[in-house]
């Protein structure tokens, strides 16, 4: 079979983005990791499938497959990347998109500026509902590697998040402790670890270890569940400047119980066809 698809980035977070409702396509876990392959398909950290919508005020459904085969509910940079593939391919010219995901609905709306701006939902705190193996729900959590206390605040977007917070950003283990945390038995469905560093109130630097994908150059979730964090703990006002390897989000969060808000660029690369 051969598909044709759309390769785009938000920040160098990269994807395939397939239109799923002119093609009728069904991939299997073995085909996504071929398609993400570097080396022998096409490349990305996360392929995005565009289908019909499932709910009746909803536009479409977007799904998201890491580049390790599994599939996921949230992506932040696939969804501006979502939004603007839809709006470029003319399948839709609404100011305002409602998407259908596996984390919920997202409502996405593509400013004069080019930027994207979408609403994440909101976050959710307790552990049943990150999922994080705690009997009961703290600021901070901590785990043992390597007989080294490690602390870090866990939140969902949707998708699972660690964030820990460091003093400087460039020498963090990114690879070896992201590694091991993602897989730690404290986090049932496997987890995303951002290390960030405060700069100021109003601004963060981050890197995140993608669950399923390992360190990407941004992660919009991640950026929010960051921000999140800062500002549940008091360290951040309600509106941050992400720094991410590949450039800045900006995310806006009143506090518990209010959508995170987040805004950054999602930009077309290529076009192709390939066969699977
Ligand atoms: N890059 C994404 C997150 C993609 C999914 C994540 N790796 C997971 O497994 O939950 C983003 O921009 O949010």
Redesign the pocket.
């Known amino acids: 079979m051969e598909i044709l698809f759309t390769k785009m980035h938000?920040l160098g977070?990269d994807f395939i983005v397939i239109d799923a409702v002119s093609q009728q396509i069904d991939l299997n876990a073995e085909q996504v990791r071929f398609l993400a392959d570097r080396h022998f398909g096409v490349g990305c950290?996360?392929l995005l499938l565009v289908e019909k919508p499932v709910s009746a005020n909803a536009d479409f459904k977007y799904r998201?497959f890491?580049a390790d085969g599994?599939e996921?509910?949230?992506?932040?940079?696939?969804?501006r990347c979502f939004a603007r593939f839809v709006q470029d391919k003319g399948l839709c010219d609404k100011d305002e998109i409602v998407v259908d995901t596996d984390a919920g609905q997202l409502v996405l709306g593509i400013g004069r500026d080019g930027l994207v701006k979408v609403n994440m939902g909101v976050p959710r705190h307790d552990p049943a509902q990150i999922p994080l193996n705690a009997p009961t729900q703290l600021p901070v959590y901590h785990v043992e590697i390597d007989g080294e206390s490690i602390a870090f605040v866990a939140v969902s977007?949707?998708?699972?998040?660690a964030v820990l917070i460091v003093d400087d950003v460039e020498q963090a283990p990114v690879a070896s402790l992201g590694k091991r945390l993602e897989c730690h038995e404290v986090f049932p469905q496997?987890?995303?670890i951002g290390f960030m560093q405060v700069i100021d109130r109003s601004r963060v630097k981050l890197r995140?270890y993608?669950?399923?994908?390992e360190e990407?150059l941004?992660?919009?979730?991640?950026?929010?569940a960051a921000a999140v964090a800062g500002i549940d703990q008091g360290l951040l006002d309600s509106q941050v400047n992400v720094c991410l390897p590949g450039g800045e989000l900006q995310i806006a969060w009143q506090g518990r119980g209010c959508p995170v808000l987040m805004t950054g660029p999602a930009v077309k690369v290529f076009e192709g066809r390939i066969s699977i």
């Not at 996921?72 to 969804?79: E, F, L, S, T």
């Not at 977007?157 to 998040?161: D, Y």
């Not at 993608?210 to 994908?213: H, Q, S, T």
């Open positions: 938000g977070n950290d996360q998201i890491n599994g996921v509910p949230q992506c932040g940079n696939g969804a977007m949707g998708n699972p998040h496997r987890a995303n995140v993608e669950r399923g994908a990407t941004a992660c919009g979730s991640g950026a929010c």
